[in-house]
């Protein structure tokens, strides 16, 4: 059997095209995470700082609400704009709302 009938030279470059192409989303889905998570980060730090100077709140119920809303935000974009996930939501964020209190210990 002819060995040159089974093999294509096209192979290894359709290989690698989709490898690099693979590797670029990766690399702008790692770069969104991390922009989506300063931007919660910056979020939670304006919240409290606001609460802070225009309430007499006690320190936690202010890092709470602080807390709450920028894992909303986080959740919320990772998952449209980064993981492009809308699967079963409410318990993706039933999962986050119980994970939350373990997770600032």
Known sequence: ????????????QVFYIAERKNT???????IR?????ISAGIIELVVFATLNRFTGW???????IALILSVLWNFTLNREFTFRSANNVPA?????????????R
Do not use: G
Not at 1 to 12: A, E, K, L, V
Not at 24 to 30: A, G, Q, T, Y
Not at 58 to 64: A, F, S, T, V
Not at 92 to 104: G, R, T
């Open 24 to 30: 670029l989303k990766e690399r702008i889905r790692v």
């Open 58 to 64: 006690d320190y936690w119920p202010k890092y709470l």
């Open 92 to 104: 993706a964020m039933l999962k986050v709302a119980c994970f939350l209190p373990y997770s600032h």
């Open 33 to 37: 995470f991390v922009v989506f998570s």
């Open 1 to 12: 059997m002819n060995s040159s009938i089974c093999q294509s030279d096209d192979t290894p």
